[in-house]
């Protein structure tokens, strides 16, 4: 980390909503292979919008609530920088870029779509596609979980999902619970009688 | 406007799916959109979260083209407002409130919790989507191969991606 993040007195650092819209705009049109590390490379590495200590928090609230990291902070990083406009810029922006991008492969695929060397090269890219997912999600289970009763929680979700056809809330809200009670806050020990 | 109308209310309820990930919502989005709706078929829905990994941005765009077939441009329009929006609010709101919750205990019991259940709902998206693209020993392989790669080494995810791509146009 270099020099602190320059935040005026009273009040965190102001940045005009042009200037927020452009550059999660930047981002939206850069940030091939996922926008997270290319979000913390712009505003915190180079634009010093924030430092490394506030962009670990607002990931860490982007993760533990639905929707995807990338526009979640978004939301959080825009509120911050320039309130509830900065929030409306930054996701619109950062979605902006790739949403195109699919409009027209979309249009392009819906022409193209059935021509035998398209078909081979999804093939491909789908196949990959899982090896990717299923890469985060290994990252994901390194860093989130806690305890052995874990995987057992996500046993009973694959299999409700996969093999007893379950819908996605059912065992979102089902398991869910099971494993939050399982988490539920135990009282601070007592300090321990020490001999 | 009747399809607008039903595109916004899958996204928006496949929207507070994606616990985890966009991949959580797969089995889902599956069920509504492939088998409710047939706005595409299963194999098409593939190919679009697959094209989705290789543009820039936020991993899910793949609703844009599904949005469009369904409703037209403006179809394509209300998937990202209801697919981003309701957890656009959640998250603005939850965001403002953070510092009051960190004292409440359960807030990391929810976070523990819903930890291992995002990792299931993940793996099962992605079983659900390799039982459509998993065929044989190649796409078995390939998967294999971007897993282990990415597990082991720094690299850009969408340049093996398209390394997947280019290895199914040689092979297949």
């Known amino acids: 980390m270099s020099e602190p993040v320059p935040v005026p007195p009273g009040g965190p650092l102001r940045v005009s909503l042009a200037q927020v819209f452009l550059q999660f705009f930047i981002i939206g049109i850069t ?74 492969a979309g249009i392009f695929y819906r022409i193209h779509g059935d021509h035998a060397w398209v078909t081979s090269a999804l093939k491909g890219i789908a196949a990959a596609s899982i090896g990717l997912v299923l890469s985060t ?24 999902v ?32 020490t001999e | 406007m009747d399809q607008i109308l039903a595109v916004i209310r899958v996204f928006s309820y496949l929207s507070l799916l994606t616990v985890g990930g966009g991949m959580a919502a797969f089995p889902e989005m599956k069920a509504e959109v492939v088998g409710i709706h047939h706005w595409v078929d299963f194999s098409q829905l593939i190919h679009f979260y697959s094209l989705g990994q290789m543009v820039p941005g936020p991993n899910m765009m793949m609703i844009v083209p599904i949005g469009d077939w369904a409703a037209g441009p403006l179809g394509a329009v209300a998937a990202v407002a209801a697919f981003f929006g309701p957890t656009a609010v959640l998250t603005y709101v939850v965001g403002r409130l953070w510092k009051r919750l960190e004292a409440w205990p359960w807030r990391a019991s929810i976070q523990k919790g819903l930890a291992p259940v995002s990792v299931g709902l993940l793996l099962a998206g992605c079983f659900t989507m390799a039982k459509g693209t998993i065929s044989g020993v190649e796409t078995a392989s390939i998967s294999a191969g971007v897993l282990l790669i990415l597990l082991q080494y720094k690299i850009n995810p969408a340049l093996l991606v398209i390394g997947g791509g280019i290895v199914g146009l040689l092979s297949f």
């Open chain 1, 31 to 104: 940030s091939f292979g996922g926008p997270v590390p290319y979000l913390r490379g712009r505003l915190v590495a180079k634009l010093k919008w924030l430092d490394d200590k506030e962009f670990v928090e607002l990931l860490s609230i982007s993760q533990s609530l639905p929707g995807l990291n990338a526009t979640n902070l978004a939301v959080l990083v825009g509120e911050r920088l320039c309130g509830p406009a900065g929030a409306v810029a930054a996701i619109i922006a950062i979605c902006l870029p790739g949403g195109l991008y699919m409009f027209g």
């Open chain 1, 137 to 160: 999600v290994v990252q994901l289970a390194k860093r989130s979980l806690s305890g052995h009763a874990d995987f057992i929680f996500i046993a009973l979700t694959v299999l409700a």
């Open chain 1, 162 to 193: 996969n093999r007893f056809h379950f819908s996605v809330p059912e065992a979102l809200i089902g398991v869910g619970l099971a494993a939050i009670i399982w988490h539920r806050p135990r009282r601070a020990p007592q300090a321990a009688p």
